[in-house]
């Protein structure tokens, strides 16, 4: 929503992912298609509005819908927190869209064989999924 709002006129848009928190579902570098206000659920990924610095954007996993928010999670445990467990939940107009798509561009400096850019060519671009087990995880914790 804008602040006026009204619905964003342009539905889709692109993001860059930075940092390995969401590994292995997105890598450092992978360009991302947002679905700007679609509709969310337990399980997808989104980008969304840091809680603490709104000028910085990041993509988690939304986890489940509490009071006051989304809690979410990076995919990669092993990453530092930079999520829910460091800010709590993420009030809901600071989820800016569902992430439907990752593309992954050819890394430099490796070998641009026939076989190198067909396998390229078929991994490139993917759906990025939800997760439903995500919040049945979280709360038999």
Known sequence: MTEQGREPTVPFGIAEVTGPSMVPTLRHGDQLLV?????????D????????QQDLLIVKRLVERRDGGWWVLGDNADAEAVDSRAFGTVPAELVLGRVRAR???????RQRSVGVVLSWLV??????????SVSRRLRAR
């Open 35 to 43: 679905h700007y206000g679609a509709r969310l659920r337990a399980g």
């Open 45 to 52: 990924v989104a980008v969304l509005r840091h809680p603490l």
């Open 103 to 109: 593309y992954r561009g050819i890394r430099p400096g």
């Open 123 to 132: 991994s490139a671009v993917r759906p990025v999924l939800a997760d439903r």
